[in-house]
């Protein structure tokens, strides 16, 4: 059988495996093992199964997605979220759309402490859709906000998703963090502006609360502090020289849970809780890298890599028109798949082909993190969503995603901003 | 079985935690007396292995990986029960494989005599407590498949 046949049938296989609901990472770790042997012989293959698990956990760049998880866990837990929840409330809450559009500021003030898209959907839907339903707000458009609000968890610095692009790609990865600001400020406006558009042609799906005094705004303030503290400790400490990325993850978490002991938030059985939690969080990623690792030696000795690099630079259509197959073609993989399983199993094929096409690398992982993001909360396979309606099943998967609608809309915007004007992402990384 | 996962689940957190505290240590001592703990870099990396491959096999029984869901969601509750005994057999066939060729090479160590950089401690039993991870996942997976086949000819 030639290379591409195998390469064919392998695709095929891996298809088929995922769709009877074997874990994505064996899954590719199954195909990958398979058609190497065909190619290769068993003991090479054998050999894999040897080497890729050990190497894969015991790498330390690959901690910062741990420790940055552990941090959002801690952060969740100590209910930091609450109290972003509870200031950007008492400012914007009075005005139409007030509770979503605090919702949405918290989630972005939640997303600078922690590096999870899911994370963050799934904290504020605790904290903030208990208090939007209170007040009467559609369940849909609420869990929606939050849903969208959540895919700032990993635009917005520390992201795990920027970490990963960066250590597949082999990008700096504080400059990518630095890439992700603006983007993700980009967000907050635009998301902000399409609830005060619902809020002002439906009023009734999201009533304003009465004004709440200036002493009690101000009052408000002082409970962000241990955010601003982590934010400042962590990313001031990457940028100032004193830790690497690497080094800040583990301090964050570090840092996290000591604010939460000394506040009486966390004790010894929610600290074991906490780690369990960012452990099995972990355990299911580290399944999948190890998966696609063993997947890539696959793709590697099957050439597919550069075959289907050669197609496509070799295809008529230019340099944006290759960028726009490329987004569409991830457009509907984060409609189907988790996006760490999109980056391991794409960027090797695609990365090469975007810095051939003299795109720049800082710029195309703002643009993949970007388009993950939409698929965060796309039909059918948005995990924002399915993590929302875990935690509120009384909401339905179809009323989440009626509601989350505009704000993909408004996502898809933001995308073609991003990808007409790159000095957005990569104007804080140039002048650093 | 519900005793023994937890205890699995318990060492395998606290692994996890050091993780976390040996960077931490590392970095103050470096950023504050401008000294480096011997293998702390190493250290850290072996504990997360160790926490990692036995989290993965909570994250196994607890049905807890990523999965594409897609055409399980289209099924009769009957077609989504074979689905998770079929899903979780083959898991527990290929974590085998792993965990086999896995503890092979962790005894291999053991003989090369892989030892960690400044204080020459082997790293061989680190890595079988590692692979034992594997042994035990692929080990929760077959008790998982059990489950689900007693489960559905309930």
Redesign the interface.
């Known amino acids: 059988m030639t290379s591409y046949a195998v390469a064919v049938g392998g695709f095929v296989a891996l298809i088929l495996?995922?769709?009877?609901?074997?874990?994505?990472?064996?899954a590719m770790?199954?195909v990958g093992?398979v058609g190497f042997g065909m190619i290769v012989g068993l003991a090479p293959a054998?050999?894999l199964?040897?080497?890729v698990?050990?190497t894969v956990?015991?790498?330390?760049t690959l901690?910062i997605i741990?420790?940055f998880i552990?941090m959002g866990v801690f952060a969740s837990r100590s209910g930091l979220s609450g109290e972003l929840f509870a200031a950007a409330r008492a400012w914007v809450g009075h005005i139409p759309g007030g509770l979503a559009l605090a919702s949405l500021f918290s989630c972005a003030g939640f997303a600078a402490i922690n590096g999870s898209s899911i994370a963050t959907a799934a904290t504020m839907t605790r904290v903030a859709l208990p208090e939007m339903e209170k007040a009467n707000y559609n369940s849909g458009l609420a869990t929606g906000v939050i849903a969208a609000g959540g895919t700032l968890g990993i635009m917005i610095p520390p992201s795990a998703a920027l970490a990963l692009y960066g250590i597949i790609t082999e990008q700096d990865i504080s400059k990518l963090f630095m890439a992700g600001v603006l983007p993700g400020l980009l967000g907050v406006l635009l998301y902000g502006l399409a609830i005060r558009i619902i809020a002002a042609y439906r009023p009734e799906s999201m009533p304003a609360e009465p004004p709440v005094p200036l002493r009690e705004r101000l009052a408000s303030l002082k409970d962000i502090w241990a955010v601003l503290i982590l934010f400042v400790f962590v990313i001031g400490g990457i940028y100032g020289g004193?830790?690497t990325v690497?080094?800040a993850?583990?301090?964050g978490?570090?840092g996290t849970?000591f604010i939460g002991m000394v506040r009486r938030r966390l004790d010894l059985r929610k600290?074991?809780t906490c780690?369990?939690e960012?452990?099995?969080t972990?355990?299911?990623?580290?399944?999948?890298i190890i998966g696609a690792m063993i997947f890539g030696y696959f793709l590697t000795i099957t050439q597919t890599t550069q075959n289907i690099n050669a197609w496509l630079v070799a295809l008529p259509i230019g340099a944006y028109g290759i960028l726009f197959l490329i987004i569409l073609m991830y457009l509907i993989l984060g409609a189907?798949?988790?996006e760490?399983?999109i980056a391991l199993l794409t960027l090797p094929i695609v990365f090469p082909v975007i810095v051939g096409l003299g795109f720049d690398p800082i710029w195309f992982g703002v643009i993949f993190v970007m388009v993950c993001t939409i698929g965060m909360i796309a039909p059918?396979?948005g995990m924002n969503v399915f993590v929302i309606n875990s935690i509120a099943p009384h909401v339905s998967l179809g009323r989440i995603y009626k509601g989350v609608a505009p704000f993909i809309a408004v996502d898809l915007f933001r995308l073609a901003i991003l990808v007409a004007f790159p000095i957005i992402s990569l104007l804080i990384p140039n002048s650093m | 079985m519900e005793r023994f996962r937890r205890t699995i689940?318990?060492v395998?957190?606290?692994f996890?935690?050091l993780?976390?505290?040996?960077?931490?240590a590392?970095?103050?001592s470096r950023?504050t007396f401008s000294l480096g703990l011997p293998d702390a870099?190493e250290f850290?990396?072996?504990a997360?292995?160790i926490?990692?491959?036995w989290?993965?096999s909570?994250?196994t029984y607890?049905g807890?990986?990523?999965?594409?869901?897609?055409?399980?969601e289209k099924l009769s509750r009957r077609g989504r029960a074979w689905?998770?005994i079929?899903?979780a057999l083959?898991?527990a066939i290929?974590?085998g494989?792993?965990a086999?060729?896995?503890m092979?090479?962790?005894i291999e160590s053991l003989s090369s005599g892989l030892t960690t950089n400044e204080l020459r401690i082997p790293i061989g039993p680190f890595?079988i407590l590692?692979?034992a991870g594997?042994v035990a996942a692929s080990l929760l997976g077959a008790v998982r498949v059990f489950n689900l086949v007693a489960e559905a000819r309930k």
């Open positions: 495996l995922m769709l009877v609901r074997i874990p994505i990472g064996f770790g199954i093992v054998m050999q199964l040897a080497q698990p050990l956990v015991t790498d330390y901690s741990p420790m552990l004193f830790f690497t080094e993850s583990g301090v978490a570090v849970w600290t074991m780690l369990v960012a452990l099995q972990t355990a299911a990623i580290f399944a999948i189907l798949m988790d760490i399983a059918p396979v | 689940e318990v395998s957190a606290l996890f935690g993780v976390a505290v040996i960077t931490l590392a970095a103050t950023v870099y850290a990396c072996l997360q292995g926490a990692i491959l989290g993965i909570i994250a607890d807890k990986h990523v999965t594409v869901d897609l055409l399980y689905m998770d079929v899903a083959v898991t290929f974590l494989l792993l086999w060729m896995t092979l090479r962790g890595w590692g692979g594997l």
